[in-house]
Nanobody, 117 residues
């Protein structure tokens, strides 16, 4: 099992920045990749992903150029730096981990991000 704990959400004005963190514990050696997803009441959408060993990244079009995902393997932590935030970025952000290239197996509890206009 892998446990994930997110932190760093909050309330920010449009144009501001936040950094989310996700600390993994447990069988972290089994992690292939991690990702950030968000949900604003409808579907849960992928925001960004990163592979654990090579650091290959993916960004949704809506966040390209504004968000940056990174990881610290020594700390078993993945980060999401969010700049130039917009009201439409408001959502609950979830961290997730996958053991292979398939569906994400482990999820954090979520952290609220609210961007005011």
């Amino acid at each position: 099992q892998v446990q994930l704990v997110e932190s760093g959400g909050g309330l920010v004005q449009a144009g501001g920045s936040l950094r989310l963190s996700c600390a993994a514990s447990g069988r972290t050696f089994s992690i292939y990749g991690m990702g950030w997803f968000r949900q604003n009441g409808k579907e849960r959408d992928v925001v960004s992903t990163i592979t654990w060993s090579r650091g290959n990244t993916y960004y949704a079009d809506s966040v390209k150029g504004r968000f940056t995902i990174s990881r610290d393997n020594a700390k078993n932590t993945v980060y999401l730096q969010m700049n130039n935030l917009r009201p439409e970025d408001t959502a609950v952000y979830y961290c997730a981990a996958t053991r292979d290239k398939g569906p994400y197996d482990y999820w954090g509890q979520g952290t609220q991000v609210t961007v005011s206009s």
